[in-house]
């Protein structure tokens, strides 16, 4: 969907009667749309084939040599079943940027299907998420994303090298090491030390303050990551003399310090409200704000209006969606995401293939 952004023309292509299984992930549903299939698939032509018939792997063939770019998240014994694999692609278009969707790399657990709260269980995420004793997975499908992106930039690093080598390559991206990827810090932290991080909410493990604190009326984020804005933010708090104590005065000693310094700070936040605070702690030059909801979030143009898309589906209607934040320098792909088998035809014919 993000390479029909920046351009490219996908066709996507998903079993005859079954498809793909997100159009059964739900609900919501809406026209018999699931939210989700809607959320990653606009941009893209849907055809249907079955690959598992000889006519229609050389429907996929001539598909496959015209094609610039390949992407599929077969395990690789399937691939190679169904003649996707790299070596064979690269035998029909040795142009071709070949991108493998994975769990895992080579190894034990290579021929395992790789699901994204499997994964943030393996991967570290929820050993980091969470509170105390009680991991959490992040509420959106987060690998699944930081994978796609590492594809993307996979696949876009591969097209400027073939400008230069005048062939393809097989680029391949796994969920399990996009995980521990995502770790950075904290896993550098676990190197050098061997300790296991601690899970701490909102809060931050190499930096104090820096988490979500209740206010009179909800939620507020506060993220001081410099000494200058932790002495700005007791001045803004009228307690500008913690900001003098060696126990707090710079970021190593504030985090050996955070169980004494979070309940000051505490006690002093939950008095107001949030507005109070932004305004006071904005114009102090402390990064502050409301932990949103998803109402508040879309209905602050000054945060997302750039990347929200209208798309007008045959069943659906006019919604709204987004678009990829990449860059603008090409708007986004208002294609509706694609009804089971929908260009199967139009697709075929531009390929000179019969319709029967």
Sequence with gaps: MWMADLGAEVIKVERPGVGDETRRW?????????????????GKYGITLDLTD???????????????????NFLPQTAEKLGVSYEAVRAINPRAVYLA?????????REEPGFDAL???????MAITGEDERPAKVGVAIVDVLTAWAGLCGVL????????????????????????????????????????????GTAHPQIVPYQAFPA?????????????????????????ELADD????????????RELLLPLLAEILRQKPRAHWIAA???????????????????????????????????????????????????????????LGEHTVEVLRRLGIPIS
């Excluded at 009326?217 to 002495?231: E, I, K, N, S």
């Excluded at 060696?246 to 310090?257: G, H, L, S």
């Design 26 to 42: 739900g609900p919501p549903f809406v026209a018999g749309e699931s939210a989700y299939f809607l959320a990653v698939n606009r």
């Design 216 to 240: 009179a009326d909800g939620l507020l984020m506060v993220a001081v990551g410099t000494d200058p804005q932790f002495r700005a933010l007791c001045g803004a708090l009228g307690r500008p």
């Design 101 to 109: 969707i994975l769990g895992f790399p080579p190894g034990p657990y």
């Design 157 to 200: 690093g591969a097209l400027l090298l073939r400008e230069k080598v005048g062939r393809g390559m097989a680029v391949e991206a796994t969920l399990i090491e996009n995980s521990a990827a995502a770790l950075v810090n904290v896993a550098q932290a676990f190197f050098l030390t061997r300790e296991e991080p601690q899970r701490l």
């Design 281 to 339: 702690l904005k114009k102090a030059g402390v990064p502050a704000g409301p932990v949103n909801s998803l109402s508040d979030l879309f209905g602050d143009l000054g945060l997302v209006g750039r990347i929200l898309l209208e798309v007008e589906h045959p069943a659906v209607g006019r919604y709204q969606t987004l678009a990829c934040p990449l860059s603008l320098a090409w708007p986004g792909n208002p294609l509706p995401p694609p009804r």
């Design 246 to 257: 060696p126990r707090f005065a710079t970021n190593p000693a504030r985090v050996q310090n």
């Design 54 to 72: 000889p006519a229609h792997q050389r429907i996929l063939q001539r598909l496959i040599e015209k094609s610039d770019v390949i992407v599929h």
């Design 119 to 125: 994964i943030q269980a393996l991967g570290g995420l």
